[in-house]
C-alpha cells in the first residue's frame, strides 16, 4: 500500500489533515517537521534561525530519506518541501501527492493566529501570503497527483474527498 504525501502552503492544514486521515484510513502518520523537532531537540523555526534554510533542508532530506521505506504511512510536509526535487524523487514512487489548497485569505487568517512566522522575507502576512504562495501554487499543482481545495470543506468532506479519488491514481 502506497504512502500519501500531503504538500501545500504553511496553514494548509497538513499536520492535521494528516492525523485525521491517518486514523480514518488506519494509516501510520509523520509529520516532517515534527521529525525533525525530535531529532534536533530544536523547534523548526529556531533551526531555521540559528542554522538557516540549508541546515534546515539537510535535515529534511534525511528524515524524507528514512520515511521512503515506510508503507501505510499519511506523511505531512513542511511548506518548503517542494524546494528540494530530492524530496520528490525520494517519495514519488512509493507515494500518492496530495496537494491541500486553500485561498490566500484563510491562510492570512490561520497564519495571523499564529505566534512565529518563518518567513524570511519581510512585509505583511496581507502582501506575503499571495507573493509566497502565489510563486509555489504551481509548483505543489506540478507535483500533485491530487488537488483537493478545501476552503469550503470540512476536515470529513476533504477526507472523503482524498479517499474517493485515491482509487482513480493508484493500483493498490
Ligand atoms: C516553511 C513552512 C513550515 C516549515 C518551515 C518552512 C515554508 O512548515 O517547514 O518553517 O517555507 O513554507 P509548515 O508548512 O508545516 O508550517
Known amino acids: 500500500m502506497k504512502n500519501i504525501v500531503l504538500i501545500g502552503f504553511m496553514g494548509s492544514g497538513k499536520s492535521s489533515m494528516g492525523r485525521f486521515l491517518s486514523r480514518e484510513l488506519d494509516y501510520d502518520f509523520f509529520d516532517t517537521d515534527k521529525e525533525m523537532e525530535n531529532v534536533t531537540g530544536l523547534k523548526v523555526h529556531q533551526i531555521m534561525k540559528k542554522y538557516g534554510k540549508i541546515r534546515f533542508a539537510s535535515e529534511e532530506r534525511l528524515i524524507v530519506k528514512k520515511l ?12 518548503s518541501f517542494i524546494d528540494n526535487e530530492e524530496n520528490i524523487k525520494a517519495l514519488k514512487d512509493n507515494s500518492v501527492f496530495v496537494f491541500l489548497d486553500v485561498d490566500d485569505d484563510i491562510i492570512i487568517d490561520r497564519l495571523k493566529r499564529r505566534r512565529v512566522r518563518p518567513f524570511n522575507e519581510k512585509g505583511s502576512l496581507t502582501e506575503l501570503v499571495p507573493k509566497i504562495y502565489g510563486r509555489r501554487r504551481p509548483v505543489y499543482e506540478r507535483y500533485a ?4 481545495n478545501t476552503t469550503e470543506k470540512t476536515m470529513e468532506e476533504t477526507a472523503e474527498e482524498i479517499v474517493q479519488r485515491l482509487d482513480s491514481v493508484y493500483v493498490q
Not at 497527483?145 to 483537493?148: A, E, F, L, N, P
Open 145 to 148: 497527483d491530487i488537488t483537493v
Open 68 to 79: 521512503a521505506a515506510m508503507d501505510r504511512t499519511i506523511i505531512a510536509t513542511g511548506g
